[in-house]
C-alpha cells in the first residue's frame, strides 16, 4: 500500500508553526500568571447547597414611588389574589412588570401609552 506523503511548503510551515507556538505560550504564560498570584478564592455555584459566610444578604426591597402602578399596569381593580407575590417581589428580575411583546400580544397595552 503506498500512502501518498504531502508535504507542504517550507514557507507555510514557519508563519503557522509560530502562530501556533506564540497562541500556546500566551495561553500557558496567563494561565501560569492567575496560578502564581492567586489567593484562595471560592468559586460560587461549585457547591450549590452551601452560602457563602460572607456573602451579602438583600433583606428588604425599597419599592419606589409609582412601582405598584407601574407593576399593575394594565390590571383593573379589584386585582386578583394571585398578585399577592407583588408584595414579595425582591430586586431580581420578572417578566411581569416589563413590557412584552407588541401588537396583539399586548393585552395590557404596555406599548399603547
Known amino acids: 500500500m503506498n500512502a501518498k506523503k504531502t508535504t507542504r511548503s517550507p514557507a507555510m510551515r514557519g508563519p503557522r508553526l509560530h ?9 500557558s ?3 501560569w500568571a492567575g496560578v502564581v498570584g492567586a489567593e484562595q478564592v471560592q468559586v ?3 457547591n450549590p447547597q452551601q452560602r457563602l459566610a460572607d456573602a451579602p444578604e438583600v433583606r ?4 419606589p414611588h409609582g412601582w405598584y402602578t407601574w ?3 394594565g390590571i383593573t381593580e379589584p386585582y386578583p389574589l394571585s398578585l399577592q407575590f ?11 412588570i416589563r413590557p412584552g ?7 395590557r397595552e404596555w406599548h399603547g401609552r
Not at 428588604?60 to 419599592?63: G, S
Not at 407583588?86 to 411581569?96: D, H, I, K, V
Not at 411583546?101 to 393585552?107: R, V
Open 44 to 46: 460560587v455555584g461549585t
Open 101 to 107: 411583546m407588541t401588537g396583539p400580544y399586548d393585552i
Open 86 to 96: 407583588l408584595e414579595r417581589q425582591g430586586n431580581w428580575y420578572t417578566p411581569f
Open 29 to 31: 504564560a496567563l494561565g
Open 19 to 27: 502562530m501556533i507556538t506564540g497562541v500556546a505560550v500566551l495561553l
Open 60 to 63: 428588604e426591597m425599597a419599592k
Open 71 to 73: 407593576a399593575l399596569t
